[in-house]
């Protein structure tokens, strides 16, 4: 009798991981896939605006971003708002600088940030769309 009880919480235990398992796989999906739309830089108004991404399906990645635009080029990137847990490991900086160099949102990722660089990278898309 006591091997069936414990047959049935293994069990329970398992359709509970599965079914997290599948939300998690869901919500990376998401996350992977997310599109950072193209922003003409040479069009650029001065000014500071701020961006939003709302983070996604269970809003992990959700940031607030100011961008600086000065003669009509980015010229900073400042984080000021996250909910990402991860968000101290995930050299947001760095990211912001290549986006500042390049003059474009189509950068590399942050190695083994790659989620959240896409996300931080939203937020930016979001704040430059402003400035158009």
């Given at each position: 009798?006591?091997?069936?009880?414990?047959?049935?919480?293994?069990?329970?235990?398992?359709?509970?991981?599965?079914?997290?398992?599948?939300s998690l796989m869901k919500e990376h999906q998401q996350a992977k896939n997310l599109p950072i739309n193209m922003?003409?830089?040479?069009?650029?108004?001065?000014?500071?605006?701020?961006?939003?991404?709302?983070?996604?399906?269970?809003?992990?990645?959700?940031?607030?971003?100011?961008?600086?635009?000065?003669?009509?080029?980015?010229?900073?990137?400042?984080?000021?708002?996250?909910?990402?847990?991860?968000?101290?490991?995930?050299?947001?900086?760095?990211?912001?600088?290549?986006?500042?160099?390049?003059?474009?949102?189509?950068?590399?990722?942050?190695?083994?940030?790659?989620?959240?660089?896409?996300?931080?990278?939203?937020?930016?898309?979001?704040?430059?769309?402003?400035?158009?």
């Open positions: 009798m006591g091997w069936i009880i414990a047959l049935f919480i293994v069990a329970i235990v398992v359709i509970i991981g599965v079914t997290k398992w599948s922003i003409e830089f040479s069009n650029l108004k001065d000014g500071t605006y701020i961006g939003e991404y709302e983070g996604g399906m269970y809003k992990w990645r959700t940031n607030k971003v100011e961008v600086t635009v000065a003669s009509g080029k980015v010229t900073g990137i400042k984080l000021i708002g996250s909910s990402d847990p991860g968000k101290e490991n995930t050299k947001h900086n760095e990211l912001y600088n290549r986006v500042i160099d390049a003059q474009s949102l189509q950068v590399d990722t942050i190695s083994g940030a790659t989620l959240t660089s896409k996300a931080y990278l939203k937020a930016i898309e979001n704040a430059l769309a402003k400035a158009q």
